[in-house]
């Protein structure tokens, strides 16, 4: 009788795993991508933010989901439920569900409005930023940013499993 190459277990920790990346990965480079169509191509922001919400939307969402439904399978096959890290990431989930689809989503979109109304006012000169997209942008960055702490951290957690 031949052992099997891997457990159902490791193919769903591999499924978790994978998630995690195609999930969140994208959105670590978020703030390159801003900065690098400000100072080139400022009429390509109301582009970025955009892709921003779509992703979030239809990559963010669904591999959020993954990940708690492999997790969910992880914790009960591995006897897990009771452990810190177990808890930690299924509150973890619900925090970044809720921000992205209570702050993010919207805060994107109202941005990508403020910059194509900032670019329309601009015509053909030099694109001004408004202080109400600056104020939009600042709410994005601030819960992008403490989103992606929060990954981190999460990651961590299970990596060392406090
Ligand atoms: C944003 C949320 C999450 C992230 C980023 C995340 C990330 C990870 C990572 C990177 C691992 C691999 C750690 C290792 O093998 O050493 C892992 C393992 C695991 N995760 Fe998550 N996870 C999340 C949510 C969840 C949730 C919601 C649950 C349970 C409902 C869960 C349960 C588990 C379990 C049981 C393991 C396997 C531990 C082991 O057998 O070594 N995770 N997670």
Redesign the pocket.
Known sequence: MIAPVASA?DVV?AI??MA?VV??GVTFAYPLMFVVAARHDPRGIPLLHRIEYTTERWLINPG?LV??A??????S??H??S?F??Q???T??VV?GALVGAVMIPTAKRAEELAARDLTAAGEGTVATSDEYRAVVRRLTVVGSLLSL??LI??L?????P
Do not use: N, S
Not at 70 to 75: E, H, P, S
Not at 157 to 161: D, L, P, S, V
């Open positions: 277990y920790l978790h795993i995690v999930a969140f959020l990940v708690l492999a997790g969910i399978y992880l914790a096959e591995g897990h439920w452990e890290f177990v930690w990431g299924l973890a989930v970044i929060l990954v999460t990651i957690f299970m990596a060392i499993k």
